[in-house]
């Protein structure tokens, strides 16, 4: 075997462990803190408590987010009665968004990664098109507030949905 050969072949496994003790680190990170991969991560951190099982801590994040979509629906209906400014079209999002959730705690259970996929990036949708409703409406709107934490809830379980097992 030529030393060109041999050096080509000793780099090639030198790259390759360094590769998996970096993946190996990483996906320690994550089983420590499914939180990592979130783009919120504090805002996942104070909604899964410490959860480090990813199926949980997931199924706990949407949960949440279903209580606080059933919070800003409550106020959606209070705030028509005042103001009409794409209120009821957030109003609608919110009860999509709430039937797309409880599909998503479904596919947890059932290990339907792909359905759970589909219906959280739904409800991401819903959140993002009633914050684009409201834009207009910003000031104290407290719809339009709503729909921005709820918007960051739903980004990250979906975040935390590609690490859920099946």
Request: aromatic share 6%; hydrophobic share 45%; net charge positive.
């Amino acid at each position: 075997m030529s030393i060109n050969l041999q050096v080509t072949v000793l780099g090639t496994i030198f790259l390759l462990l360094a590769a998996s003790c970096k993946s190996a680190a990483a996906f320690s990170i994550f089983l420590d803190d499914p939180c990592t991969v979130t783009d919120f991560p504090a805002l996942c951190r104070g909604t899964i408590k410490g959860l480090r099982n990813v199926n949980a801590a997931t199924d706990v994040a949407i949960a949440e987010l279903m209580k606080r979509t059933r919070q800003a629906r409550y106020i959606a209906k209070k705030e028509m009665k005042v103001l009409d400014v794409g209120v009821s079209t957030c109003l609608s999002n919110f009860n999509s968004a709430f039937d797309n959730l409880d599909k998503a705690l479904k596919n947890i259970k059932e290990g339907d990664r792909f359905s759970l996929n589909i219906n959280l990036s739904a409800a991401l949708t819903d959140y993002d098109t009633c914050s684009e409703t409201m834009k207009g409406a910003r000031g104290d709107n407290v719809v339009y507030k709503s729909a921005g934490v709820l918007y960051k809830m739903a980004d990250n379980c979906l975040a935390l949905s590609t690490l859920v097992k099946p």
